[in-house]
């Protein structure tokens, strides 16, 4: 793009086609005050603060909407800009509640920082003033309309970047208000993402947990990555005497790739670290008893026990690159089963074309054209990563092709979704290698073929991940996409990590199904069977060690429990969908499990090279289905991902409900049914929703717990099969 | 008219192919909630949102927007008294009042027996004969101060 | 001359002039620890946070007498009470480090914390001297009840 010379303030900037003068002056440095503005949002123009004058123009224009035209000469300065601007703020001002000393804005508000910067000294209104008195609770998110100045940002956030459109303006003029549908945030359907609350410049949507908790300037900053799920969003924890006080994304000021998105878990998740349900000691079994006892005693029991032996070491993986290599020293890496399984299976598919274990960072999208999504779920299982690729639409103007066998929210800005049954994925997607290369090539769906045009000749990243990467057929469908790749050359390959360092234990360790570890000591590190490992049973072993932050159900399995550090405790790297991500520490825990390691004995270990065959063919489906057998999806809700609603007091409060998304067809008009799986049953009530595709169901849960034991069986969460019990 | 009546008529609404996108259908189907129930609560805003598929928020945002549309419970005879302008001038303030002063209630309110409502009003293009009133539909022109309890007894008011 | 100054002891009177013109005055000198001096009306001493007549305390824990304070004598937790009001969980005053500037108390918007005409307050250990906000809202009865007096 040609670039041009405009006149700022007697200072010749730069500007490109399309921006506006409020952006020219930002990126040279000259400051226009401004309310409604957000460097992530649509412009609106509806303060009216960021008035500037134009020489040649009769009247102030608003800079944040005013395009940048060559030979412009805009003043920011004289004296007409700044009567203007003082009486916007006067207007503001007139009718904004004298509540600073309580307000949870204040210190960061940026009334606050304008009024006092560019507002007038005075007000000459008498009158009093407007008090809507209008507060509205909901479970996370508190609306307080006095403060309110009606900037819209908020409203823009929720309808446009995050797609949700809880928050609209009630009735006109001096009696507008922010309210959700019906004041009730959970019947609006609000996802508790925190945005809004990011985005509202003075103090009127507040953070529920963070009212009245602490002032914003007196607390420790600290910058650090949420492990709760792959996405590795970078945030703020707000720290003071030790505790945290709230997490902030900062949207506009966050330099991480999530850009100050955040998710209900990582605004709100972060008192996991102050659950009840945490461990305070060391247990050691006694007979039928767990005692308490101290971490001297219980790292000589364990030295004693691990000596010489192999042992079974079970991974959740959220831990970071310094754990698993101390883990790996000193319980070796010969028998390692993780959650992370599945997804080195996606790499294994990848490498099988490519010939290297590796995926592209995120930020591939941005250089691409076309952005070709295979997963369903991914706004419940990385909600930001959806987020940014929504934006990657609205903001960036990128395409968006979207397969998979479930509706998702991102079918809403795709430019094309293909919703095909789990059976027909890797056929469709043979659709493409021939559609994309072939000119000629008809796979007699128009859909389809529109789709492969759009594609041809294009950069496209691709990305894989939601839910499909717990499917069965994971491998072939990744060697599909890495043949189509392959095929079309200029494309690159991202699989979202479920989990925060997925990446990072699928470098270090061979992972192997559990039935094939032979070890005679169990370790279990950070995880819980039931979620991480359904239908998993614990091998026979001599003695069971389990590392875990919480009381959890593997407890009673254990012979010794030690405590470690969990969710803003932990310090460290991790392997994260975008390079390699820090952790730093907000709180300082009492058990560290790097610490806790490395007084046990290193051991001389040998890693196996790992063979890669490579074969360039896409791969073939296996899925195959008979008649009365449904596709299932266990989908854990956004909240429950990680069990943070069940430890976090916070995130409980919005968790969402356990329930089973039928097709009418399938549904036949029965509220409860009975599913039969390979070991068990279960009874669950049944929601009809039209939007799914016969033959598939969604069930969704809260969190994965014993009864589903009989249906589900690790690593394949995703696409199995079930039957219904006919009554 | 019951809710599952009215999620009928907003089907054919939907059906009947009169406008060109889902949202224009909005304003017709919160008329038929207007004219049909006494107040547009949150049970017609969800039909009418599952049915155009539109947001929830945006539709009770519409419905709150306008003035003609209730969302508080009104009476049955809907009183609505011009004070624009040409009104104001010829006296349609007064005729608020002593609506106001007959009924026993203020402006924006209900009488308790759920007969009558009076909403001071903006310009209803009636100018030509200000100071105007109307009564759900019905329309009065050159109404004076002593018209008023007429009026009201026409609607069966008791008093 | 020599010699009248020899004669009246004028070079005596002369030393003694002070003591002669105030012997006859009424002592100034407070014999301290058995008598009180009553502090002057501005007289800054330790802290107090006053009291609203429902017994409710004023303070709405904005921070701001902390922010002002040059020697970071105030620390507070607040947190949301039961009402949905902010509420004081502990408001503490660490005498050791204060220079009673007062500053505090012209920050304080809602005329909240005080000082009182306490001077003594001299304790056997030094974590005695940090006052906590129960400590602070008696100062802050007896500062009322004092004040109504006047």
Redesign the interface.
């Given at each position: 793009m040609e670039s041009f010379k405009i006149i700022i303030d007697g200072k010749e900037c730069e500007a490109y086609p399309g921006e506006t003068v409020l952006e020219v002056a930002e990126r040279n440095g000259i400051v226009i005050p401004v309310f409604c503005y957000h460097k992530e949002l649509r412009p609106e123009g509806a303060c009216r603060v960021c008035l500037v004058e134009v020489e040649g123009a009769p009247r102030l224009a608003t800079a944040c909407t005013l395009r940048a035209m060559p030979d412009m000469v805009v003043k920011t300065n004289t004296e007409r800009v700044k009567k203007a601007r003082a009486g916007v703020i006067e207007l503001i001002l007139n009718n904004h509640t004298l509540e600073c000393p309580i307000c949870d804005k204040a210190g960061e508000c940026e009334l606050q920082m304008v009024g006092f910067r560019y507002g007038p000294k005075k007000s000459r209104y008498r009158e009093p003033r407007r008090e809507k008195d209008i507060v509205i609770q909901g479970p996370l998110i508190e609306i307080d309309n006095d403060r309110c100045i009606l900037c819209r940002r908020c409203i823009r956030m929720c309808g446009e970047n995050m797609g949700n459109r809880v928050l609209g303006i009630f009735n006109r003029g001096y009696k507008a208000y922010i309210s959700p549908f019906n004041g009730d945030f959970l019947e609006g359907g609000c996802e508790h993402c925190g945005s809004c609350i990011d985005v509202c410049p003075v103090g009127s949507l507040l953070d529920r947990a963070f009212k009245y908790k602490d002032r914003p300037w007196r607390m420790e900053k600290t910058w650090t990555t949420c492990t709760l799920c792959g996405s590795g969003c970078k945030m703020e924890v707000d720290t003071y005497h030790g505790k945290v006080k709230r997490v902030v994304g900062r949207i506009g000021i966050n330099n991480g790739h999530n850009r100050g998105y955040l998710c209900v878990r990582g605004k709100w998740g972060w008192d996991i670290v102050y659950s009840d349900k945490r461990l305070k000691k060391p247990l050691l079994k006694k007979g039928e008893e767990l005692k308490e006892i101290s971490l001297e005693e219980a790292l000589r029991i364990l030295k004693e026990k691990i000596e010489g032996k192999e042992i079974n070491l079970f991974l959740e993986s959220s831990l970071t690159n310094e754990e698993l290599s101390k883990l790996s020293a000193v319980f070796g890496n010969t028998n390692v089963t993780s959650d992370a399984l599945t997804f080195s299976l996606a790499v294994e598919g990848i490498a099988s074309i490519t010939g290297e274990r590796r995926t592209a960072s995120f930020s591939s999208t941005e250089k691409s054209d076309v952005v070709f999504v295979i997963g369903d779920f991914i706004e419940e299982v990385n909600p930001v990563i959806a987020t940014l690729l929504r934006l990657l639409v609205i903001q960036k103007g990128k395409r968006l092709i979207r397969v998979g066998s479930y509706p998702s929210k991102l079918d809403a800005v795709a430019f094309s979704s293909l919703i095909v049954s789990p059976e027909e994925v890797i056929d469709l997607l043979k659709h493409f290698i021939m559609g994309t290369i072939d000119l000629y090539y008809s796979s007699g769906d128009r859909k389809i073929d529109s789709a492969a045009k759009a594609l041809r000749n294009k950069k496209v990243a691709f990305i894989i991940g939601g839910t499909t990467l717990f499917s069965p057929d994971i491998k072939e469908i990744s060697q599909t996409v890495a043949y189509l790749a392959d095929r079309m050359g200029n494309a690159t390959i991202t699989v979202i990590p479920p989990k925060a360092n997925s990446i990072g234990v699928t470098k270090l360790f061979d992972l192997k199904p559990p039935e094939k570890l032979k070890g005679s000591v169990n370790v279990l590190v950070n995880t819980e069977l039931e979620r991480d490992f359904p239908g998993i049973e614990l091998p026979k072993a001599e003695f069971t060690v389990v590392f875990t932050p919480f009381y959890t159900h593997d407890i009673a399995k254990a012979d010794l429990v030690i405590p470690i550090e969990t969710g803003v405790e932990k310090e460290g790297k991790v392997e994260g969908i975008e390079r390699t991500l820090d952790l730093k520490r907000a709180v300082v825990p009492k058990y560290q499990l790097t610490e806790i390691i490395s007084q046990l004995p290193y051991r001389e270990g040998s890693r196996e090279k790992r063979e890669l065959k490579i074969k360039k063919k896409p791969g073939e489906s296996i899925l195959s289905g008979e008649k009365g057998e449904i596709y299932f999806t266990l989908l854990v809700n956004r909240t429950g991902w990680n069990s943070v609603s069940y430890y976090s007091g916070n995130v409980a409060k919005v968790a969402g409900r356990r329930e089973l998304h039928l097709h009418p067809e399938d549904a036949k008009g029965r509220k409860i049914v009975t599913l039969k799986g390979e070991h068990g049953e279960l009874p669950i009530s049944v929601v009809e929703n039209d939007s799914l595709i016969p033959g598939t169901a969604v069930l969704r849960v809260e969190r994965v717990t014993r009864d589903l034991k009989g249906l589900v069986k690790f690593p394949f969460t995703s696409n199995f099969k079930c039957r219904i019990a006919e009554e | 008219m019951t809710l599952e009546e009215f999620r009928l008529e907003v089907k054919k609404l939907k059906n009947s192919g009169k406008y060109p996108s889902r949202k224009s259908y909005l304003l017709p189907a919160l008329w038929i909630a207007e004219k049909n129930f006494p107040q547009i609560n949150?049970e017609m805003?969800k039909i009418i949102a599952e049915e155009l598929e539109i947001?929830?928020?945006?539709v009770?945002?519409v419905a709150?927007?306008y003035?003609m549309f209730h969302t508080e419970r009104k009476g049955n005879f809907v009183i609505r008294v011009c004070t624009n302008l040409s009104c104001m001038l010829n006296g349609g303030e007064e005729i608020l009042k002593e609506f106001c002063r007959l009924l026993g209630i203020s402006p924006g309110e209900t009488t308790p027996d759920g007969m009558f409502t009076v909403e001071s009003y903006e310009c209803m293009g009636l100018c030509d004969g200000a100071p105007a009133v109307t009564v759900n539909e019905e329309r009065f022109s050159k109404v004076k101060v002593e018209d008023v309890p007429k009026i009201l007894k026409k609607f069966g008011w008791k008093g | 001359m020599e010699l009248l100054k020899k004669v009246a002891f004028l070079d005596l009177l002369k030393g003694m002039k002070v003591t002669l013109k105030t012997m006859l005055k009424p002592t100034v000198t407070v014999h301290y620890p058995f008598e009180k001096v009553e502090p002057r009306k501005r007289f800054r001493g330790i802290h107090a946070l006053k009291l609203n007549p429902d017994g409710s305390y004023r303070c709405e824990a904005c921070y701001l007498c902390a922010e002002m304070c040059p020697s970071n004598v105030i620390d507070m937790e607040m947190t949301e009470g039961k009402d949905g009001k902010k509420e004081l969980v502990d408001f503490t005053v660490d005498l050791t480090r204060c220079l009673f500037c007062g500053l505090c108390v012209e920050a304080c918007p809602r005329d909240a914390i005080v000082m009182t005409d306490i001077y003594e307050f001299s304790k056997y250990s030094p974590d005695k001297l940090i006052l906590h906000k129960e400590d602070l809202l008696e100062l802050g009865r007896y500062y009322q009840r004092k004040e109504r007096e006047k």
């Amino acid at each position: 793009m040609e670039s041009f010379k405009i006149i700022i303030d007697g200072k010749e900037c730069e500007a490109y086609p399309g921006e506006t003068v409020l952006e020219v002056a930002e990126r040279n440095g000259i400051v226009i005050p401004v309310f409604c503005y957000h460097k992530e949002l649509r412009p609106e123009g509806a303060c009216r603060v960021c008035l500037v004058e134009v020489e040649g123009a009769p009247r102030l224009a608003t800079a944040c909407t005013l395009r940048a035209m060559p030979d412009m000469v805009v003043k920011t300065n004289t004296e007409r800009v700044k009567k203007a601007r003082a009486g916007v703020i006067e207007l503001i001002l007139n009718n904004h509640t004298l509540e600073c000393p309580i307000c949870d804005k204040a210190g960061e508000c940026e009334l606050q920082m304008v009024g006092f910067r560019y507002g007038p000294k005075k007000s000459r209104y008498r009158e009093p003033r407007r008090e809507k008195d209008i507060v509205i609770q909901g479970p996370l998110i508190e609306i307080d309309n006095d403060r309110c100045i009606l900037c819209r940002r908020c409203i823009r956030m929720c309808g446009e970047n995050m797609g949700n459109r809880v928050l609209g303006i009630f009735n006109r003029g001096y009696k507008a208000y922010i309210s959700p549908f019906n004041g009730d945030f959970l019947e609006g359907g609000c996802e508790h993402c925190g945005s809004c609350i990011d985005v509202c410049p003075v103090g009127s949507l507040l953070d529920r947990a963070f009212k009245y908790k602490d002032r914003p300037w007196r607390m420790e900053k600290t910058w650090t990555t949420c492990t709760l799920c792959g996405s590795g969003c970078k945030m703020e924890v707000d720290t003071y005497h030790g505790k945290v006080k709230r997490v902030v994304g900062r949207i506009g000021i966050n330099n991480g790739h999530n850009r100050g998105y955040l998710c209900v878990r990582g605004k709100w998740g972060w008192d996991i670290v102050y659950s009840d349900k945490r461990l305070k000691k060391p247990l050691l079994k006694k007979g039928e008893e767990l005692k308490e006892i101290s971490l001297e005693e219980a790292l000589r029991i364990l030295k004693e026990k691990i000596e010489g032996k192999e042992i079974n070491l079970f991974l959740e993986s959220s831990l970071t690159n310094e754990e698993l290599s101390k883990l790996s020293a000193v319980f070796g890496n010969t028998n390692v089963t993780s959650d992370a399984l599945t997804f080195s299976l996606a790499v294994e598919g990848i490498a099988s074309i490519t010939g290297e274990r590796r995926t592209a960072s995120f930020s591939s999208t941005e250089k691409s054209d076309v952005v070709f999504v295979i997963g369903d779920f991914i706004e419940e299982v990385n909600p930001v990563i959806a987020t940014l690729l929504r934006l990657l639409v609205i903001q960036k103007g990128k395409r968006l092709i979207r397969v998979g066998s479930y509706p998702s929210k991102l079918d809403a800005v795709a430019f094309s979704s293909l919703i095909v049954s789990p059976e027909e994925v890797i056929d469709l997607l043979k659709h493409f290698i021939m559609g994309t290369i072939d000119l000629y090539y008809s796979s007699g769906d128009r859909k389809i073929d529109s789709a492969a045009k759009a594609l041809r000749n294009k950069k496209v990243a691709f990305i894989i991940g939601g839910t499909t990467l717990f499917s069965p057929d994971i491998k072939e469908i990744s060697q599909t996409v890495a043949y189509l790749a392959d095929r079309m050359g200029n494309a690159t390959i991202t699989v979202i990590p479920p989990k925060a360092n997925s990446i990072g234990v699928t470098k270090l360790f061979d992972l192997k199904p559990p039935e094939k570890l032979k070890g005679s000591v169990n370790v279990l590190v950070n995880t819980e069977l039931e979620r991480d490992f359904p239908g998993i049973e614990l091998p026979k072993a001599e003695f069971t060690v389990v590392f875990t932050p919480f009381y959890t159900h593997d407890i009673a399995k254990a012979d010794l429990v030690i405590p470690i550090e969990t969710g803003v405790e932990k310090e460290g790297k991790v392997e994260g969908i975008e390079r390699t991500l820090d952790l730093k520490r907000a709180v300082v825990p009492k058990y560290q499990l790097t610490e806790i390691i490395s007084q046990l004995p290193y051991r001389e270990g040998s890693r196996e090279k790992r063979e890669l065959k490579i074969k360039k063919k896409p791969g073939e489906s296996i899925l195959s289905g008979e008649k009365g057998e449904i596709y299932f999806t266990l989908l854990v809700n956004r909240t429950g991902w990680n069990s943070v609603s069940y430890y976090s007091g916070n995130v409980a409060k919005v968790a969402g409900r356990r329930e089973l998304h039928l097709h009418p067809e399938d549904a036949k008009g029965r509220k409860i049914v009975t599913l039969k799986g390979e070991h068990g049953e279960l009874p669950i009530s049944v929601v009809e929703n039209d939007s799914l595709i016969p033959g598939t169901a969604v069930l969704r849960v809260e969190r994965v717990t014993r009864d589903l034991k009989g249906l589900v069986k690790f690593p394949f969460t995703s696409n199995f099969k079930c039957r219904i019990a006919e009554e | 008219m019951t809710l599952e009546e009215f999620r009928l008529e907003v089907k054919k609404l939907k059906n009947s192919g009169k406008y060109p996108s889902r949202k224009s259908y909005l304003l017709p189907a919160l008329w038929i909630a207007e004219k049909n129930f006494p107040q547009i609560n949150s049970e017609m805003i969800k039909i009418i949102a599952e049915e155009l598929e539109i947001p929830l928020v945006e539709v009770e945002e519409v419905a709150r927007f306008y003035a003609m549309f209730h969302t508080e419970r009104k009476g049955n005879f809907v009183i609505r008294v011009c004070t624009n302008l040409s009104c104001m001038l010829n006296g349609g303030e007064e005729i608020l009042k002593e609506f106001c002063r007959l009924l026993g209630i203020s402006p924006g309110e209900t009488t308790p027996d759920g007969m009558f409502t009076v909403e001071s009003y903006e310009c209803m293009g009636l100018c030509d004969g200000a100071p105007a009133v109307t009564v759900n539909e019905e329309r009065f022109s050159k109404v004076k101060v002593e018209d008023v309890p007429k009026i009201l007894k026409k609607f069966g008011w008791k008093g | 001359m020599e010699l009248l100054k020899k004669v009246a002891f004028l070079d005596l009177l002369k030393g003694m002039k002070v003591t002669l013109k105030t012997m006859l005055k009424p002592t100034v000198t407070v014999h301290y620890p058995f008598e009180k001096v009553e502090p002057r009306k501005r007289f800054r001493g330790i802290h107090a946070l006053k009291l609203n007549p429902d017994g409710s305390y004023r303070c709405e824990a904005c921070y701001l007498c902390a922010e002002m304070c040059p020697s970071n004598v105030i620390d507070m937790e607040m947190t949301e009470g039961k009402d949905g009001k902010k509420e004081l969980v502990d408001f503490t005053v660490d005498l050791t480090r204060c220079l009673f500037c007062g500053l505090c108390v012209e920050a304080c918007p809602r005329d909240a914390i005080v000082m009182t005409d306490i001077y003594e307050f001299s304790k056997y250990s030094p974590d005695k001297l940090i006052l906590h906000k129960e400590d602070l809202l008696e100062l802050g009865r007896y500062y009322q009840r004092k004040e109504r007096e006047k």
